[in-house]
């Protein structure tokens, strides 16, 4: 039949027909937006835990993966000074650096608070050139005011191929571990060794980071 020809009830009942499949597809559209953003943080546009849950768990399966937990220095200092304002300006301005610092290959997220965390290729030879530029990303003040807020970084790095199982949470609390012990250090980066003991900072995970 030619759908030029078709009789007017005909074409009347086509399109009732396809309104429904409008609707739904508006509808879909309509309820990825609200998971996306369900899954970014209204700050910084950043993941949330759920969401870099999702993706680095895609992420992890391929090679010379690993992830960074970053806790801010001199953050508290800045909010008491300053106020909940410029807090929120330094977060804008961490978020960004590790969006840039994260690439086309890696994504970041705001873990809760001040803590960020960034899923990446980390192949070994360039691990120093990585976490260093990483560095220089935070030294690099954050503007707000007319005021230039400066703060740092502590972060620790875990590959998933330098652990058991490549689990997500199993690299997370190394990474974790690791980042700790760069706040001990002073500040900077360190990374995770097989001599940690991963069963307490699993522990040390699930007990501080649930809320987050």
């Keep these: 039949m030619d759908p030029n020809r078709l009789a ?34 209204p700050l910084t ?21 690993g992830v960074v937990v970053i806790d801010l220095d001199g953050f508290k200092q800045i909010n008491d000074t300053h106020g909940h304002a410029a807090g929120d300006a330094v977060l804008s301005h961490a978020a960004r650096a590790l969006t840039e610092w994260a690439g086309d290959h890696g994504v ?37 005011q007319g005021h230039s807020l400066h703060y740092g970084a502590s972060a620790g790095l875990a590959r998933a191929a330098d652990l058991p199982g490549r689990t997500l949470e199993t690299v997370l609390a190394a990474a974790d571990a690791a980042m700790y012990q760069a706040k001990r250090n002073g500040g900077g980066w360190h990374q995770h060794t097989p001599s940690t003991d991963l069963a307490t900072a699993d522990r040390r995970w699930r007990r501080t980071r649930t809320a987050a």
């Design 8 to 41: 007017p009830q005909h074409l009347h009942a086509i399109a009732a027909a396809a309104l429904p499949l409008a609707a739904w597809g508006v509808h879909a559209a309509l309820m990825r937006r609200r998971l996306d953003r369900a899954r970014r943080d």
């Design 45 to 65: 546009g950043l993941l949330t835990r759920d969401g870099f849950t999702i993706a680095a768990t895609r992420l992890l399966h391929q090679p010379d993966t």
């Design 108 to 144: 970041a997220a705001r873990l809760g608070g001040d803590e960020f965390a960034v899923v990446r290729p980390f192949e070994p030879a360039w691990v120093p050139v990585r976490m260093g530029h990483l560095a220089g990303a935070f030294a690099r003040p954050a503007q707000w």
